[in-house]
């Protein structure tokens, strides 16, 4: 890398304002802490990205929004996950004893636990769904150009607004927490609430000591820290947080500490009524072995029953559990489905047309990869689709493709009439979107999923890409083309762990030293506004600052602000946005898509996202978006800029890790300027900086459907 030289350090300017209107904190929630990294699973990134609501009103069908369409589709995936669980015996019900599936393997807990030769149990308290029932096939989309916004959550009446709040009142809360309380909770939240005050949890962004105080408040001396109410609320509050950190499940163990950290007298207890109380689900998947040639005396050896526990014991809510599920059981029946046929061309369409899943593995450059087996399955005449977590290099989104805004739509059975799906940035996807995925291709559809397995991974739960190259189902072709250029070569060196200096003679690669974090924002206006145009050639609205989370002194927020100032400074008379603005819109949860103000009238700001013209209704504007001259990495992930700007203040050192540096560094084609304010903790987090593990369920529950396959054939 190269340090900085005069035609890229233009003359000091005025230190920009951060005056520009900002959102507010969603009601019950704590102020961000400075420096607050976004990495894998910190609160910064995966934690605010996947719970921005949707809000999108992109071009498509009346009546239908992108985001809209998206959320019904994952609704009917889960209607028929219910149809399929309704058909199973001994349910666990809420408020009763546990029975069935569940009481056996909380018996084989507590066996394993006392040192007891284990009970024989079933490998999770959901088993896999039966075989998919009939689809039926949707309506035509009408056509149109416009839609209107798709609320996130169900309408409920002003009279239940009011009965909340007037409940709230009475124990103290915020009165502004009514609304959302009344959409989690439905019609009767405030008879809910008032049996059950620790059901305030249930808001996304409200605390235990914020519920404890609120229950105090409505119960007086009937409140304690040893109410059952409050243990199993809070039971299943730590796994929402849990969520929020891309986890599907919790180690049971993790579970009982945090109780016991939150003052509940006996964790052990706790876990095991809200098990009963079918808030939680409990799981224990035995992960599979590969063969091994052994002698007689060793198979019975084997066979023998483990000495001790070997089997992790997992809690998990029961959305993302079905949804796991869901997605195990439709890769093993593309597996299943798919007919070996010969495929000519490269290592890539060889493998595509011998299996029904295929993962792909590479770099930027290894992208025109899979974009031409597409190319070249068409040309055989097959029904091919490219997809993406971002629309670029003609590949479509994936909530487009699955909403029916673009795509080949649905065949008689309601399934994408496809052939071959490749999907581009498959780390991008969560467990969600990943199962409504699988479940819309039809028997016999082969799935490619392509992607760079050092980049962060989803904004939402799971690890689904991760998770399979691991499990080893399906082949796996590695990519061998290097990506080009100082940046590519830099880039290249991160993946290994590798910080090294390159030569950039043409300034592909410049390091701006700063002492401070208002150095920081200084120095990076200074490059976006001056700088790269004057020196580099490339201009101020093809140039993307990156930084490490929306808090902090050079989080997004500050760094939006003073480049608002500096590049199209106005009252922000719109909802905080003015027409020139660059904006940052989610149009559903763990998706951003970036675009600039156009105009603003009585349905809401219109604004130009690549092309395509989007009007976000007014009442979803705060919720929907940002500015977006600044993001974070997780927003960044999937999308790349002729030039970016990596702004690495001092108080970010600690949220650095590999996959972090590698995906903001990765976002630049033809310049990466870093704006250096952490010293050796960049080196150091290259070299050292791991994410922290996601615990997920995928692998065993896949590898034990296609192991049960092979014991059914092998009978």
Same mark, same amino acid.
């Given at each position: 890398?190269?340090?900085?030289?005069?035609?890229?350090?233009?003359?000091?300017?005025?230190?920009?304002?951060?005056?520009?209107?900002?959102?507010?904190?969603a009601?019950?929630?704590?102020?961000?802490?400075?420096?607050?990294?976004?990495?894998?699973?910190t609160?910064?990134?995966?934690?605010?990205?996947?719970?921005?609501?949707?809000? @999108?009103?992109?071009?498509?069908?009346?009546?239908?929004?992108?985001?809209?369409?998206?959320?019904?589709?994952?609704?009917?995936? +889960?209607?028929k996950?219910?149809?399929?669980?309704?058909?199973?015996?001994?349910?666990?019900?809420?408020?009763?004893?546990? #029975?069935?599936?569940?009481?056996?393997?909380?018996?084989?807990?507590?066996?394993?636990?006392?040192?007891?030769?284990?009970?024989?149990?079933?490998?999770?308290?959901?088993?896999?769904?039966?075989?998919?029932?009939?689809?039926?096939?949707?309506?035509?989309?009408?056509?149109?150009?416009?839609?209107?916004?798709?609320?996130?959550?169900?309408?409920?009446?002003?009279?239940?607004?009011?009965? &909340? /709040?007037? &409940?709230?009142?009475?124990?103290?809360?915020?009165?502004?927490?009514?609304?959302?309380?009344?959409?989690?909770?439905?019609?009767?939240?405030?008879?809910?609430?008032?049996?059950?005050?620790?059901?305030?949890?249930?808001?996304?962004?409200? /605390?235990p000591?914020?519920?404890?105080?609120?229950?105090?408040?409505?119960?007086?001396?009937?409140?304690?820290?040893?109410?059952?109410?409050?243990?199993?609320?809070?039971?299943?509050?730590?796994?929402?947080?849990?969520?929020?950190?891309?986890? #599907?499940?919790?180690?049971?163990?993790?579970?009982?500490?945090?109780?016991?950290?939150?003052s509940?007298?006996?964790?052990d207890?706790?876990?095991?009524?809200?098990v009963?109380?079918a808030?939680?689900?409990?799981?224990?998947?035995?992960?599979?072995? *590969?063969?091994?040639?052994?002698?007689?005396?060793?198979?019975e050896?084997?066979?023998?029953?483990?000495?001790?526990?070997?089997?992790?014991?997992?809690?998990?809510?029961?959305?993302?559990?079905?949804?796991?599920?869901?997605?195990?059981?439709?890769?093993?029946?593309l597996?299943?489905?798919? *007919?070996?046929?010969?495929?000519?061309?490269?290592?890539?369409?060889?493998?595509?047309?011998?299996?029904g899943? &295929?993962?792909?593995?590479?770099?930027?450059?290894?992208?025109?990869?899979?974009?031409?087996?597409?190319?070249?399955?068409?040309?055989?005449?097959?029904?091919?689709?490219?997809?993406?977590?971002?629309?670029?290099?003609?590949?479509?989104?994936?909530a487009?493709?699955?909403?029916?805004?673009?795509?080949?739509g /649905?065949?008689?059975?309601?399934?994408?009439?496809?052939?071959?799906l490749?999907?581009?940035?498959?780390?991008?996807?969560?467990?969600?979107?990943?199962?409504?995925?699988? *479940?819309?291709?039809?028997?016999?559809?082969?799935?490619?999923? @392509?992607?760079?397995?050092?980049?962060?991974?989803?904004?939402?739960?799971?690890?689904?890409?991760?998770?399979?190259?691991?499990?080893?189902?399906?082949?796996?072709?590695?990519?061998?083309?290097?990506?080009?250029?100082?940046?590519?070569?830099?880039?290249?060196?991160?993946?290994?762990? *590798?910080?090294?200096?390159?030569?950039?003679?043409?300034?592909?690669?410049?390091?701006?030293?700063?002492?401070?974090?208002?150095?920081?924002?200084?120095?990076?206006?200074?490059?976006?506004?001056?700088?790269?145009?004057?020196?580099?050639?490339?201009?101020?609205?093809?140039?993307?600052?990156?930084?490490?989370?929306?808090?902090?002194?050079?989080?997004?927020?500050?760094?939006n602000?003073?480049?608002?100032?500096?590049?199209?400074?106005?009252?922000? +008379?719109?909802?905080?946005?003015?027409?020139?603005?660059?904006?940052?819109?989610?149009?559903?949860?763990?998706? #951003?898509?970036?675009?600039t103000?156009? @105009?603003?009238?009585?349905?809401?700001?219109?604004?130009?996202?690549?092309?395509?013209?989007?009007?976000?209704?007014?009442?979803?504007?705060?919720?929907?978006?940002?500015?977006?001259?600044?993001?974070?990495?997780?927003?960044?992930?999937?999308?790349?800029?002729?030039?970016?700007?990596?702004?690495?203040?001092?108080?970010?050192?600690?949220?650095?890790?590999?996959?972090?540096?590698?995906?903001?560094?990765?976002?630049?084609?033809?310049?990466?300027?870093?704006?250096?304010?952490?010293?050796?903790?960049?080196?150091?987090?290259?070299?050292?900086? /791991?994410?922290?593990?996601?615990?997920?369920?995928?692998?065993?529950?896949?590898?034990?459907?296609?192991?049960?396959?092979?014991?059914?054939?092998?009978?």
């Amino acid at each position: 890398m190269t340090e900085p030289s005069g035609d890229t350090a233009p003359p000091e300017a005025d230190e920009p304002t951060a005056d520009a209107q900002e959102a507010p904190a969603a009601p019950g929630t704590e102020p961000e802490e400075p420096g607050t990294a976004e990495a894998g699973a910190t609160e910064a990134g995966a934690t605010e990205d996947a719970s921005t609501e949707a809000g @999108s009103t992109e071009e498509a069908a009346p009546g239908l929004s992108e985001a809209q369409a998206e959320l019904a589709a994952q609704r009917e995936l +889960r209607e028929k996950i219910e149809r399929r669980k309704a058909e199973r015996g001994a349910p666990v019900e809420a408020g009763g004893k546990l #029975t069935g599936t569940a009481a056996d393997l909380l018996a084989a807990v507590r066996a394993v636990e006392s040192g007891e030769k284990p009970v024989s149990v079933p490998r999770a308290a959901v088993p896999i769904p039966a075989p998919t029932p009939e689809r039926t096939a949707p309506a035509a989309p009408p056509e149109t150009t416009v839609r209107p916004p798709a609320p996130e959550t169900p309408v409920v009446t002003e009279e239940t607004t009011e009965a &909340v /709040r007037q &409940v709230l009142q009475r124990g103290g809360a915020p009165e502004t927490l009514a609304a959302p309380v009344a959409a989690v909770l439905g019609e009767g939240a405030a008879r809910a609430l008032a049996d059950d005050p620790w059901q305030l949890l249930a808001v996304p962004g409200v /605390r235990p000591e914020q519920a404890d105080g609120f229950a105090r408040a409505l119960l007086g001396a009937e409140c304690g820290p040893a109410d059952p109410r409050r243990a199993v609320a809070l039971t299943a509050w730590l796994l929402e947080q849990a969520v929020l950190k891309g986890h #599907t499940a919790l180690e049971i163990g993790a579970v009982r500490d945090a109780l016991a950290r939150l003052s509940v007298p006996e964790p052990d207890k706790a876990v095991d009524l809200a098990v009963s109380e079918a808030a939680v689900l409990v799981f224990q998947e035995e992960e599979q072995e *590969e063969p091994e040639d052994e002698t007689e005396g060793e198979a019975e050896a084997a066979a023998a029953p483990p000495a001790g526990p070997e089997v992790p014991v997992l809690l998990g809510l029961e959305r993302y559990a079905l949804a796991e599920e869901s997605l195990a059981d439709g890769l093993a029946r593309l597996i299943r489905a798919a *007919e070996a046929t010969a495929w000519d061309g490269p290592e890539l369409a060889r493998a595509a047309g011998a299996h029904g899943l &295929v993962l792909h593995t590479g770099g930027e450059a290894a992208r025109a990869e899979p974009a031409a087996l597409a190319e070249a399955a068409r040309a055989r005449g097959l029904r091919v689709a490219l997809a993406a977590h971002t629309a670029r290099d003609g590949a479509l989104p994936v909530a487009a493709l699955l909403s029916g805004a673009a795509g080949p739509g /649905r065949d008689a059975e309601g399934t994408l009439a496809l052939d071959l799906l490749v999907v581009l940035d498959a780390p991008q996807l969560d467990v969600e979107t990943a199962a409504t995925l699988v *479940e819309a291709l039809p028997d016999g559809c082969r799935l490619v999923l @392509s992607g760079d397995p050092y980049v962060l991974g989803a904004a939402g739960p799971g690890r689904v890409f991760a998770d399979l190259l691991a499990a080893k189902v399906a082949p796996q072709i590695a990519s061998r083309v290097p990506d080009p250029g100082p940046v590519g070569e830099l880039v290249s060196g991160i993946g290994a762990g *590798e910080l090294n200096q390159v030569a950039a003679p043409g300034k592909e690669v410049v390091i701006v030293p700063v002492r401070d974090a208002g150095e920081a924002v200084h120095r990076t206006v200074q490059l976006v506004a001056d700088s790269i145009p004057r020196a580099i050639g490339v201009p101020t609205e093809q140039t993307q600052v990156i930084t490490v989370g929306h808090g902090g002194s050079a989080g997004t927020r500050a760094l939006n602000a003073a480049l608002k100032e500096r590049l199209n400074p106005g009252p922000g +008379r719109f909802g905080g946005f003015d027409p020139g603005d660059r904006v940052a819109h989610s149009p559903a949860p763990g998706r #951003t898509v970036t675009g600039t103000v156009v @105009s603003a009238g009585a349905e809401g700001l219109h604004l130009d996202c690549a092309g395509e013209r989007v009007v976000v209704p007014k009442e979803r504007v705060e919720a929907a978006l940002r500015h977006g001259w600044a993001l974070t990495a997780h927003q960044a992930a999937g999308a790349r800029w002729p030039a970016a700007v990596v702004v690495l203040p001092g108080d970010a050192a600690g949220g650095l890790t590999r996959s972090w540096v590698y995906t903001a560094f990765g976002r630049a084609e033809r310049h990466l300027s870093v704006v250096h304010g952490v010293e050796q903790a960049l080196p150091r987090a290259v070299a050292e900086g /791991r994410d922290p593990e996601r615990t997920t369920r995928l692998r065993p529950l896949l590898e034990a459907l296609l192991h049960e396959e092979e014991d059914e054939a092998g009978a």
